[in-house]
């Protein structure tokens, strides 16, 4: 019989709803019950591409013998980080702080006022390499709650105090300065691998936004460090298996098994990677012609496309990193591997020896069983480009056969924002319209969908119903920054409209007018034991970043002063991180760039939109590499956007307008000059 979830918009909680834990959404009622029983709490939080999250399901929530035994000593509830992520955070800043660590699945035991007591990630079912098994831990944490019960509440009253004392502070009330970014960026290098272009570390994730960093900093400084970097990191990451080397997108991460050893991918592919980095590679083909960087853009954009767009336009949060690999075994990585006997099979011996030595697939394989990960090894050889496409082809084909990967169907609002803004990008660069209207296809979903008619966002929606979580800040501020990305694609100004609705909620709701600084929940949102708070940018842009630099953006298109006052106040946190841990604000940097270059303000007039000079000097503002530089482009006397005001045709010809901290240069009918203007 289904428990509670079977309602659930999540894929992720639909999931479990035939576990027979009788699983709680996280709801008021939940911790009702725990209370009107007097047990504990159990929280598991995890997302539908989670490996480990299926894992432990299978292992101990599918256990008939172990559902019983929670169904009777505790009220559990089943969390989807990805729906909930402000309870996601608030919690792992718990098990962090408790344990040195966190992950996914997240266990954590609460009391029913929702002050957790023990922490943890997955537990086998079995004791193992010194972790308990689950069920000694429920048995432990149940014994200590009817035996102990003063200690658990002490306990858990501490770490509730701890987690509520943790108020941040803003580090520097100034904004960023020229020093801080190239300290920034002297950190970086310490950090980076010269041989192998990566950062340091054994797993690697991808830097998308401190990508982004780089190529502003470039664009700004001329720095040539900057530049060589952001290509060392994009080139590797390319190259090696983080990449689908067939299908095009990137993979969660990549990690060394063993030293010296091939990376080796964990194969979930998320949206937000893939929105992140193909924006990026866009922007290093804009500042470098680089084939390589135009040709991982455009594949992961189709990737997203074909793969993630949904039926209602939006886009799906994930492909899960496990697949049925032939034989009705879920095996991750199965739809990704080869052997040199399956490539055999797709291509004849003698294709198949090439394919084995272009990708790097060896007989006793790169990764589990024999299978290698398909990557592009350096060497010196040069290899048939039209035999290679050939065999790439063919083994897409081949692979289409195997069983795919789930995905889970479920519209983020904010990842979706990132996927708007790096396909109509991409779009506008590559001179494909197609992409452009899968952005705008996307962002109607969202205001269908996710707004309310106070423009208030909802987190999530699947098959275009809404679900019942409210926006966190990431959400407003990437959403904003998609929808600035999409007006100056389309020069449509209701886009620019819409971004205004969204961060006028960010200054009512979401910011310490005191301070300046920003919180992850708006003032009005469900109280948890604190409120989250977040500067920092890891696998996605912070809502602070986010906010900040979408607030910035509007400034520019409007002049208004509170955004741009705003958006300053938010980046001193910049000032304080950036040159200490570069790598965990790459957002943020890039944001306090697009701020030292002005950002500049770009308006291009001209008889119509379809006028073939107008067309030509927008696309030459949009290829422009100036950090953050917003362009409005309409017809000459247009209301469309505030740019666009008093900036006439120049002797009847196209023009376009380059501003600059309330300094403006002539009017241009140059698309040569204009170039010269947005590079310099």
């Known amino acids: 019989m289904p428990n509670r979830l079977a309602q659930a918009t999540s894929p992720y909680l639909l999931q479990h709803a035939d576990n027979p834990v009788d699983w709680w959404p996280w709801h008021s009622e939940a911790f009702e019950e725990a209370r009107e029983r007097d047990v504990p709490v159990f929280l598991s939080v995890g997302y539908s591409a989670c490996h480990w999250c299926h894992v432990m399901a299978h292992e101990s929530f599918e256990d008939d013998g172990t559902a019983a035994y929670m169904n009777e000593h505790f009220v559990s509830v089943k969390v989807d980080r990805e729906e909930r992520p402000d309870v996601d955070a608030v919690y792992m800043e718990a098990v962090q702080a408790a344990t040195g660590q966190g992950g996914w699945p997240m266990s954590v035991f609460m009391t029913p006022d929702g002050e957790p007591f023990y922490f943890g990630t997955y537990f086998p079912p079995d004791a193992r390499h010194g972790m308990p098994s689950f069920r000694q831990v429920l048995e432990g944490v149940h014994n200590a709650w009817t035996s102990r019960r003063g200690e658990v509440e002490e306990v858990a009253g501490k770490v509730t105090r701890d987690l509520a004392e943790r108020e941040l502070s803003m580090g520097d009330p100034q904004a960023p300065t020229e020093e801080t970014q190239a300290m920034a960026l002297l950190q970086l290098t310490r950090d980076v691998e010269p041989a192998s272009g990566w950062f340091k570390g054994d797993t690697k994730f991808p830097p998308s936004m401190v990508v982004e960093f780089l190529l502003r900093h470039h664009a700004r400084a001329d720095s040539v460090a900057a530049l060589e970097m952001a290509e060392g990191l994009c080139g590797a990451m390319a190259r090696s298996s983080l990449y689908d080397q067939l299908g095009g997108g990137f993979h969660r991460y990549v990690l060394t098994p063993r030293p010296g050893g091939p990376l080796v991918p964990h194969f979930e592919k998320m949206l937000y990677d893939n929105a992140l980095l193909c924006r ?369 045709l120049q002797q009847g010809a196209p023009a376009a307008y380059v501003c600059r901290n309330f300094t403006c240069d002539a009017p241009t009918t140059d698309p040569e000059r204009l170039r010269e203007a947005l590079s310099s």
Do not use: C
């Open 280 to 648: 990026v590679y866009a922007h290093l083909w804009r500042a470098t012609g680089s084939d390589l960087a135009r040709r991982v853009a455009l594949e992961t954009a189709d990737f997203m496309v074909r793969e993630l767009r949904t039926e209602q336009g939006g886009f799906a949060s994930a492909l899960d990193a496990d697949s049925d690999d032939g034989t009705g075994r879920h095996v991750e990585g199965a739809y990704y591997v080869w052997t040199p006997g399956q490539l055999r099979e797709a291509l004849g011996d003698e294709d198949a020896e090439l394919a084995a030595q272009y990708f790097g697939v060896t007989e006793e394989g790169t990764f589990e069983e024999g299978a290698s990960v398909l990557q592009l090894p350096q060497r010196d050889e040069v290899f048939d480009a039209e035999r290679i496409a050939s065999v790439r082809a063919r083994l897409l084909e081949a692979r289409a056969s195997r069983p795919a990967p789930g995905r889970d169907d479920k519209v983020v609002a904010a990842w979706n924002g990132l996927a708007i803004a790096a396909l109509a990008e991409t779009g506008a660069y590559f001179d494909r319209p197609d992409l452009v209207e899968a952005a705008v296809g996307a962002a109607d979903l969202l205001v269908r969908v996710h707004f309310d008619d106070q423009a208030r966002l909802t987190r999530t929606s699947k098959d275009g119903r809404a679900g019942a979580n409210a926006g966190v800040l990431e959400d407003y501020g990437d959403v904003a920054e998609g929808f600035l990305a999409l007006a100056s694609v389309t020069g449509e100004g209701v886009w620019l409209d819409f971004a205004g609705f969204l961060l006028d909620h960010v200054l009512a709701r979401f910011v310490d007018e005191e301070s300046g600084a920003l919180y992850d929940t708006a003032a009005d949102a469900e109280r948890l034991i604190r409120r989250p708070q977040d500067p920092t940018d890891n696998a996605v842009p912070s809502g602070w970043s986010a906010a900040a630099g979408a607030l910035l953006g509007y400034a520019a298109h409007t002049g208004s002063e509170p955004h741009r006052r705003a958006a300053e106040r938010a980046l001193g946190v910049v000032k304080a991180l950036g040159p200490r841990v570069p790598r965990f604000i790459g957002w943020g940097l890039a944001v306090a760039e697009a701020l030292l270059d002005g950002p500049r303000e770009v308006a291009v007039v001209g008889p119509s939109l379809s006028d073939e000079a107008t067309k030509t000097l927008h696309r030459t503002a949009l290829l422009g590499t100036a950090p953050g530089a917003v362009v409005a482009v309409g017809a000459a006397e247009s209301d469309e956007f505030p740019l666009l005001a008093d900036r006439p």
